[in-house]
């Protein structure tokens, strides 16, 4: 039997060293097909920095200096001043409806009408009750002169003079009683023609013709609500609370500007009328009234409404779009067009916002131009194009370079 030699080291150490060189031609041979393609190879002859020096289109807008309303923005319902459940003061059957549903009236226009027959019949009685009571009183104080007369002849004793004159101050009384019977009976009477209390706009009927009707009933005959004018209730966040005190004990009127629910059609222009003097713990909110005179009726009782209260104005500010405004590491920034087309991060420090404008406090002057779209692709030193403007032209109301830090 023979037995295998065993190979040297160096024999082992030559084969490794194949299998190595092997892997790295396959390798090498692998990347020259990849750079060959042609796809490949055109995105190679490309200069490396090509993408990142192509100018960005971005859209430009100048800072300016001007006046900027400060508006406190709120949720708010539409409160009527007064709302009224008609109720009837008598019983009886309703006889007559006067008026239609949801139909505008005036303090004092006849709504419905009970039948008035009993109590014209209690009329009738408390003044005849008063007619009889009269006669005795008149025939008692009759009855008195003659007695005065005979006792200062002294043909009747003091006692019966006395007497007479008690009965005629009874009689007096009675009379009054039956004068106040006789009101009452008229009061009662006229609680047939219900009125309206107030100017408004009615509801839905809540009873029909030919019903009886109770002092007792809970539901009422009809509700009027008063329209014009009318008041919103709305709740501020606690945080203005101090500012919303020093305009309003100012003695200043605060302008409110109601809106739909989407906020985008306004309804209403009125004035603070009334604060709260407590914030609710739950929610951090106060709440405020404000009234309108609501001449064309867009509001609405119990109407949701969105509320704009003009609390005061930021006088010469610097005003940019508020889309210029950018947040980062440093907090709000801008970008700034340069002269040379390219941009740099100016930190800014905002002020109040209104709509689509905010105000810049410090950071940015007048004249500055600063990018309002495209801002995404933008970094410190990006090179811009204007939309609507030819290559090489300067950016249009391009301003000094600020100094620049990087967001």
């Given at each position: 039997?023979?037995?295998?030699?065993?190979?040297?080291?160096?024999?082992?150490?030559?084969?490794?060293?194949?299998?190595?060189?092997?892997?790295?031609?396959?390798?090498?041979?692998?990347?020259?097909?990849?750079?060959?393609?042609?796809?490949?190879?055109?995105?190679?002859?490309?200069?490396?920095?090509?993408?990142?020096?192509?100018?960005?289109?971005?859209?430009?807008?100048?800072?300016?200096?001007?006046?900027?309303?400060?508006?406190?923005?709120?949720?708010?319902?539409?409160?009527?001043?007064?709302?009224?459940?008609?109720?009837?003061?008598?019983?009886?059957?309703?006889?007559?409806?006067?008026?239609?549903?949801?139909?505008?009236?005036?303090?004092?226009?006849?709504?419905?009408?009970?039948?008035?027959?009993?109590?014209?019949?209690?009329?009738?009685?408390?003044?005849?009750?008063?007619?009889?009571?009269?006669?005795?009183?008149?025939?008692?104080?009759?009855?008195?002169?003659?007695?005065?007369?005979?006792?200062?002849?002294?043909?009747?004793?003091?006692?019966?003079?006395?007497?007479?004159?008690?009965?005629?101050?009874?009689?007096?009384?009675?009379?009054?009683?039956?004068?106040?019977?006789?009101?009452?009976?008229?009061?009662q009477l006229s609680y047939t023609k219900i009125t309206a209390p107030v100017t408004g706009?009615?509801?839905?009927?809540?009873?029909?013709?030919?019903?009886?009707?109770?002092?007792?009933?809970?539901?009422?005959?009809?509700?009027?609500?008063?329209?014009?004018?009318?008041?919103?209730?709305?709740?501020?966040?606690?945080?203005v609370v101090p500012a919303v005190l020093r305009r309003w004990h100012s003695g200043a009127?605060?302008?409110?500007?109601?809106?739909?629910?989407?906020?985008?059609?306004?309804?209403?222009?009125?004035?603070?009328?009334?604060?709260?003097?407590?914030?609710?713990?739950?929610?951090?909110?106060?709440?405020?009234?404000?009234?309108?005179?609501?001449?064309?009726?867009?509001?609405?009782?119990?109407?949701?409404?969105?509320?704009?209260?003009?609390?005061?104005?930021?006088?010469?500010?610097?005003?940019?779009?508020?889309?210029?405004?950018?947040?980062?590491?440093?907090?709000?920034?801008?970008?700034?067009?340069?002269?040379?087309?390219?941009?740099?991060?100016?930190?800014?420090?905002?002020?109040?916002?209104?709509?689509?404008?905010?105000?810049?406090?410090?950071?940015?002057?007048?004249?500055?131009?600063?990018?309002?779209?495209?801002?995404?692709?933008?970094?410190?030193?990006?090179?811009?194009?204007?939309?609507?403007?030819?290559?090489?032209?300067?950016?249009?109301?391009?301003?000094?370079?600020?100094?620049?830090?990087?967001?």
């Amino acid at each position: 039997m023979i037995t295998p030699r065993p190979e040297t080291p160096w024999l082992l150490k030559w084969h490794w060293w194949l299998i190595v060189l092997s892997v790295i031609a396959a390798i090498g041979y692998g990347i020259w097909q990849f750079n060959n393609k042609p796809e490949n190879a055109a995105k190679a002859a490309l200069p490396k920095d090509s993408h990142e020096q192509r100018p960005v289109a971005v859209a430009i807008a100048t800072a300016s200096q001007g006046d900027l309303p400060i508006f406190l923005n709120g949720l708010g319902t539409v409160t009527p001043l007064r709302t009224v459940t008609v109720h009837s003061r008598v019983d009886g059957e309703l006889i007559r409806v006067a008026f239609k549903e949801s139909q505008l009236v005036r303090q004092g226009d006849l709504l419905v009408e009970i039948d008035p027959r009993a109590f014209q019949v209690q009329l009738h009685q408390a003044e005849g009750q008063l007619l009889h009571d009269e006669a005795l009183l008149k025939n008692a104080e009759i009855d008195l002169t003659r007695y005065q007369t005979l006792l200062r002849q002294d043909s009747i004793a003091a006692q019966q003079t006395v007497t007479q004159e008690a009965l005629v101050k009874q009689y007096r009384g009675t009379v009054e009683v039956d004068k106040a019977q006789v009101e009452n009976a008229k009061l009662q009477l006229s609680y047939t023609k219900i009125t309206a209390p107030v100017t408004g706009r009615l509801g839905l009927r809540l009873v029909d013709q030919g019903n009886l009707v109770h002092a007792t009933d809970s539901n009422g005959l009809v509700v009027i609500t008063q329209l014009q004018p009318i008041t919103v209730v709305f709740t501020l966040p606690e945080d203005v609370v101090p500012a919303v005190l020093r305009r309003w004990h100012s003695g200043a009127s605060l302008p409110i500007e109601a809106y739909d629910r989407t906020g985008s059609q306004k309804l209403a222009e009125g004035k603070l009328l009334a604060l709260d003097n407590v914030i609710d713990p739950t929610t951090g909110t106060f709440k405020l009234k404000a009234q309108f005179s609501n001449d064309d009726g867009l509001l609405f009782a119990n109407q949701f409404v969105n509320i704009k209260m003009h609390l005061d104005s930021l006088h010469n500010a610097t005003l940019v779009p508020t889309a210029a405004i950018q947040q980062g590491a440093i907090g709000s920034f801008v970008y700034v067009v340069k002269d040379d087309q390219t941009v740099t991060v100016q930190p800014v420090k905002i002020g109040p916002t209104n709509a689509d404008t905010t105000a810049v406090l410090d950071g940015l002057k007048p004249g500055h131009t600063v990018v309002v779209d495209g801002i995404d692709k933008l970094r410190e030193g990006s090179k811009v194009k204007v939309l609507g403007q030819s290559d090489g032209s300067p950016a249009a109301g391009a301003g000094p370079r600020p100094h620049n830090k990087q967001p």
